[in-house]
């Protein structure tokens, strides 16, 4: 039987070793955060069994962390129990409010503390057993699903080449086609109401997007436009894919895992834009920019690179002027190379 998994979320360290010391004692598998953004990484990262979260901390408190977190499909089903010392009736009630499953004030029997987990555990299971969806929470052959639908882009023969700026879908617009990357790199991107538009994501080989919009039949939410010189997308008709989910679940299960992974990316950069600062952010943007890559120089102009980070391209060239003055980087035009990519990731401000 596999163990239950808790993650802690305290930023104190006594009292964080206390509890993941009691717990790996009673048989339970630990994870730690030391605060709440720590702690939303780590839950999106690796969902756990049940969530114990001060509620006092630096950065984002653990009303935060539960909002966040009770967003998220991945960990909205996920037991939350608050931590904290304070007892008045006001804190309690808005936690209760907000989703939290129980609270436990500080100073806390250990008998209490394992009573709680134990009926908050054994609830989310019954849970679990009356919903058959959520009862089978991991995929099974998402892997199978994958394959069988490239074998659906390859048969149905229908591509099409764009230059670099072109647009390939508009926000706003009914699709009729998945769209699967073959060759570049494509931009999606958002509209802010006062003008400005933002990067989202940025796609390459053997990215998929317009899954979501397909299958909920809903306009795309997005602007996906060819980031390089020349982009080649294969397409598959609507009718053709919803036929093949409808027979197929292990395609079903594959476009879920897609969706999942989008919905974590998502959350993952509302977390950065809402609490890094300027200079982190463009930090970390390029290291993930750096892996999707594969280690080539990252080709971006500084417009762009500000609307992935979300900030003005002022900004981003006054980030990039100190990560050069710090041997972090190198640039040659719209060229930029990470000479350190493990100091850049590791930047905390």
Known sequence: MNKASILIIEDNGEVRENLAEILELYGYEVATANHGLEGVKAALNQPPDLILCDVMMPELDGYGVLNLLSENPLTAAIPFVFITARTEKEDIRRGMNLGADDYITKPFYKDELLQVIRTRLKKAANSAKGSPEVATPHLRDAGRGRERLLEAFAAAGNSATYEAGETIARDGDRVHFLYLIEEGRVHLSRTHEYG???IIADRGPGDIFGTASLLERIPLYYTARAASHSVRCARLPATQLLDLVNRDRNVAEALMHVLAGEA?????????????????RTALILCDLHERYREAPIELSRDELA???????????????????????????????????????????
């Open 264 to 280: 974590v990316e998502r959350s993952d950069r509302l977390v950065q834009q809402a609490y890094d600062s300027v200079r982190r």
């Open 196 to 198: 400005r538009d933002y």
């Open 307 to 349: 609307q992935m980070v979300g900030t003005t391209k002022e900004s981003v060239i006054r980030a990039l002027s100190d990560f050069r003055r710090d041997d972090l980087i190198e640039t040659d035009g719209k060229e930029i190379r990470l000479l350190h990519p493990e100091k850049l990731k590791g930047l905390s401000v």
